[in-house]
T-cell receptor
């Protein structure tokens, strides 16, 4: 059973702080890793993707991947109330395009 | 990123009727698309993989005769919920893309 684990939260941070979201996965064959943001009642929106070990930065978002530890994280700098949402970690299953999702971490950014 | 559209965005139907949901790739050719279902406060559940020109691949526990998938062109996949019942009420979302999956806006189905 391929699994993706996330802390369900809720994670609450003050506005302007750094939010740190973590994810572990079980399939060592996974090659692509994604973070999606989902607002209540809406479909998931792609935030970041990362394929190689290390850090990838895009604006206020940084994704970090450590394949040896089977760990991927998302850092949100200068958190804004509009960042309040559920963040879904997803990894590809083996060499396929099929995604396995974690259950999501609910983030609340307090003004 | 890739753009995926869905139609309708919401639908209400009577129990026993069939409902068709369309998923279109607007700026890329999709040989593969994915259909998900999401119940309130739960995570996405993959239902099936839609393959252009061939049969869909269903996940374990998903009834292929109830959830009919057709992927006749590189830009359109359809999901038909046959003989819908109240327990089929859910948020249905498709995804597609090249190397990266982008989600459609979803279809909220309510079966009375």
């Amino acid at each position: 059973q391929k699994e993706v684990e996330q802390n369900s939260g809720p994670l609450s941070v003050p506005e302007g702080a750094i939010a740190s979201l973590n994810c572990t996965y079980s399939d060592r064959g996974s090659q692509s890793f994604f973070w999606y943001r989902q607002y209540s009642g809406k479909s998931p929106e792609l935030i970041m993707f990362i394929y190689s070990n290390g850090d990838k930065e895009d604006g206020r978002f940084t994704a970090q991947l450590n394949k040896a530890s089977q760990y991927v994280s998302l850092l949100i700098r200068d958190s804004q109330p509009s960042d309040s949402a559920t963040y879904l970690c997803a990894v590809t299953q083996g060499g396929s395009e099929k995604l396995v999702f974690g259950k999501g971490t609910k983030l609340t950014v307090n003004p | 990123g890739a753009v995926v559209s869905q139609h309708p965005s919401w639908v209400i139907c009577k129990s026993g009727t069939s409902v068709k949901i369309e998923c279109r790739s607007l700026d890329f050719q999709a040989t593969t698309m994915f259909w998900y279902r999401q119940f309130p406060k739960q995570s996405l559940m993959l239902m099936a993989t839609s393959n252009e020109g061939s049969k869909a691949t269903y996940e374990q526990g998903v009834e292929k005769d109830k959830f009919l998938i057709n992927h006749a062109s590189l830009t359109l996949s359809t999901l038909t919920v046959t003989s819908a019942h109240p327990e089929d009420s859910s948020f249905y979302i498709c995804s597609g893309g090249v190397n990266t999956q982008y989600f459609g806006p979803g279809t909220r189905l309510t079966v009375l």
